[in-house]
């Protein structure tokens, strides 16, 4: 499947703004062909607005996911956004969500591990670790920033069958690193594509840096951003998804027996 990298930080805090350029990008992936286009953790309001993160989160059936559900039928693929949520006892998450290319919503994530006093101040930690959904003959599954660099998530990820792990971020200078090392070695070591999207420039105390990927199974980059706004394009191969697995014997040569200490 032909998927769409938005790196990009959008308009903080104007959702009309971000709205705009989802859409523009969802139709130039279109164009080339994508199935699914992803954008950054938090894109849809911006993510260092203080207070305005509150004020502008919506359930996952807002106004805003009503916008995205029509962009993403009028273009014929399917969006995965990250996004405040606010729920009926007024909890707020730090969520993504995809949306099918028909518009349906298909699955919504809440971010589990809460990075820093900043993320903690003004979210609810999520409490579920493993969202999937099944799109255009992969499975795929949803993760935020932080969450992936713990090795549990994605494993939990790999032994629950997700081929494509979707990773909206907001990863600052200095954890360079992070994007470049850590996000290609979860890829090789749970055998699944990782697709890392990133926000771009200054934004409050944050400086962030880009280099979102599509990370392969065989731990190689499908395709690296730079450092400005830039919309990627990389496949997530099913055939070569399988290849890989069926050379590479982590999961199965796997003894759980000896892992008790981990939990």
Avoid: W
């Avoid at 006892?89 to 820093?116: P, W």
């Avoid at 594509?193 to 880009?210: H, Q």
Wanted: glycine share 10%; hydrophobic share 45%; net charge negative.
């Amino acid at each position: 499947m032909r998927t769409a990298l938005l790196q990009s930080s959008g308009r903080p805090g104007s959702v009309v703004e971000n709205l705009k350029v989802l859409d523009e990008a969802a139709g130039r992936a279109a164009a080339h062909g994508a199935g699914l286009l992803v954008t950054p953790e938090l894109f849809l309001t911006g993510y260092a607005i203080g207070d305005g993160l509150a004020r502008l989160a919506e359930p996952a059936d807002g106004e805003a996911a009503d916008a995205i559900a029509e962009t993403a039928a009028r273009h014929g693929l399917a969006v995965a956004y990250g996004y405040p949520e606010r729920t009926s006892d007024a909890a707020v998450f730090n969520s993504v969500q995809l949306v099918a290319a028909d518009g349906t919503r298909l699955a919504n994530y809440r971010k589990t591990h809460l990075y820093g006093p900043f993320e903690r101040a003004h979210f609810t930690p999520g409490e579920r670790q493993v969202v999937q959904a099944e799109l255009d003959g992969l499975t795929v599954g949803l993760m935020i920033c932080y969450d992936v660099e713990f090795p549990e998530n994605v494993r939990a990820h790999a032994l629950a069958g997700t081929d494509l792990l979707l990773v909206p971020t907001a990863q600052p200078h200095p954890f360079e690193f992070v994007a470049e090392s850590l996000v290609p070695v979860r890829a090789f070591e749970n055998q699944l594509y990782v697709a890392y999207v990133n926000r771009v420039g200054l934004e409050g105390e944050f400086e962030f840096v880009g280099l979102s990927t599509l990370a392969g199974p065989d731990g190689v980059a499908r395709v690296r951003a730079g450092r400005a706004e830039e919309l990627l394009l990389a496949d997530a191969d099913p055939g070569f998804l399988a290849a890989s697995r069926e050379a590479n014997p982590y999961l199965a040569d796997r003894r759980p027996g000896l892992y008790g200490s981990l939990v």
